[in-house]
C-alpha cells in the first residue's frame, strides 16, 4: 500500500479536521460523498487513476461515517 495514504478512519478523520482545519459537517460529506461517486469530474477522475477503487470506496465509506457522526 502507497505510505501516503490514510490507513484508518481516525488518522484521517484527525488529518482533515485538524491539519486542514475542515469541519466534516453533514452538508460538506454529501457533498464529498457525491463527487466521489461522479466519475465525469476531472478530480474524482484523477483520485481514481492514482489510488485505485478500492481506496476511493475507503475514502467515500469514511466520508459516510463521518456524515452520520456529524450533529448538524
Given amino acids: 500500500m502507497n505510505p501516503n495514504l490514510f490507513t484508518s478512519y ?3 478523520r484527525e488529518a ?13 460529506c454529501e ?3 457525491a463527487a466521489l461517486a461522479d466519475f465525469s469530474i476531472p ?7 492514482t489510488y ?3 481506496y476511493l470506496a ?8 463521518a456524515s ?3 450533529v448538524k
Avoid at 475507503?58 to 461515517?65: E, I, K, N
Fill in 68 to 70: 452520520e457522526e456529524a
Fill in 43 to 49: 478530480s474524482t477522475r484523477s483520485f481514481l487513476d
Fill in 52 to 54: 485505485g477503487q478500492d
Fill in 16 to 28: 482533515i479536521t485538524g491539519k486542514c482545519g475542515l469541519e466534516l459537517d453533514r452538508a460538506y
Fill in 10 to 12: 481516525q488518522e484521517w
Fill in 58 to 65: 475507503t475514502v467515500s465509506s469514511w466520508f459516510q461515517r
Fill in 31 to 33: 457533498e464529498r460523498i
